[in-house]
């Protein structure tokens, strides 16, 4: 782990000389030079939906996999997805053929929903409106999506059992075979194991994912033969936080453990959350990970993983629950339920949010013309409506009434030019992002589902665990200003730049 871990996660009084970036280049530090620091590049940047003051934060706790161990989903997702398939052919029964079959890591996102039993996979904005939907892989049309999901009922609920949310990166390998799947039904009905509906595959599919992280197939390809969670986890610990090489006939040394006051694994989250599900707390001795506070106080080896292990350093003074960070990347089990059970602070890592933003950087220009065209849309249609009703009502001569119908005729064609070219370039818009499934953080024009979900339920959200070394330990995290509807034309933001400008100017005159 680099240097400025050690602010975080250790004593979080000291200095720090250097930070090491993603590049593992040495970078001098910026936040605590008396003039401020350099501008943090808006990938790494830290978000904030509630304020947050770090003097205030006394234990600051992280999840490892997917938050400080950024596993390559091509590789490890990959991993997921034969050990999947493995089990669906040689202990389900699914047929052989399946062994052929690839996986494009890239496909899925997070953030969509599966419809189990019709076979659908869903994007929805924060009302949970079906914005876009596909049968497997195909597409579905606008009557179709309407007339399956246009129902208020359905909307309210889109949650388990009959909907799986795809909110981490580890669901990514299921979406994809479940949609491989359903495509494979439609035209091979035949082949696929009796009684076996869309929603029995998607339980099939889940229950092989679901022993692939059981079972080793996984945490074998990183460490082999691990005896516990508390071996992996060491592994893995050891790999990120020094050695950065994975050899499982190497020796770890423990270092990593410096960078913390107490460590758990195999937790089972978010149970762990809730104090009535809790299992109990064993002590491990790191280096033999034998058990140490058994009942008759005789060290015992770990069987299973069943129970979490934790190793502690020294015993902490207890925190108030707002007094506590947790890090974690996933939205429901990391984020949601510390929050709403123990009422701790929270911060999302979001690693496509990097790319997701500077995406959106690049294509501000393009963003700004599609708020126009809307306008113009919206602008055309109420002259329209106007003259309709100026029509109907108003005593007109033949004339009149003639070139007000006219009329109408070209402003129609016009707001028809204008709805396609917004819809369109909408479109395109969306794809820069994702081919499929366009912004992660909106749909159409409004938050995604899973962007909601971020807005209320994450203090913070950002990229990397690491962007937290680019700011103070002391940093007070603010959010920006809300907006209502009714705000955005009278407070527009383009105003407010100007003001700021004009504040500025004024102080340097004087
Ligand atoms: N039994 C299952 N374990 C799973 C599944 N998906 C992930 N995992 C395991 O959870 C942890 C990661 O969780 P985290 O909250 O600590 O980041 C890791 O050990 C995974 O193997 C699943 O579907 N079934
Ligand atoms: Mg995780």
Redesign the pocket.
Known sequence: MDESYKTIIGDKTSEFQHMAGSDGVQEPRIWSSPEGGRKIEIGKQIFCNRSLNMRNILAVGF?????LAQYIPETFESLAYEGTIKKLVYDLGYPQELLGWSFDWKYMVRGLVLDKKRGNILKMDRHKYVKVAYHGFQEMSKEEKVGTYGNTLIRDSFDEPDYALIDTL?SLAEAYLFAQLVDFKDSNPGKIPERADYARMYKDVRAA??SC??DGT?KQTVTKDPRSLWDYTNVVMDFLCGSHVLDSSRACNFDWLMYFDIVITGSA?PGFFHEDNRANLFEVEPESGMLRNTDNGTPMPQVGNSSPRIVLKKSNAPCQIFQVLYV???IY??ILRSKKVLGWRTMLVVPELEREVKLLWSLRNSRKLLRLMRNERDQIEDQIHHMKWFLKFEDLNVDQKQKTSDGIDELESRRDQVRTSHQQDQRECHQKFHKIWGQLMKTGYQNSRFAHQVERFACLYTSQVSNLSLYSPYKYYRPCEDFMPHEFDILPLLDLVMVTLHFTDFKLVK
């Open positions: 999840d490892m996999d997917y938050t580890f994912v679901d992280h059981r996984l989250k974690g990347d996933h089990g990391d």
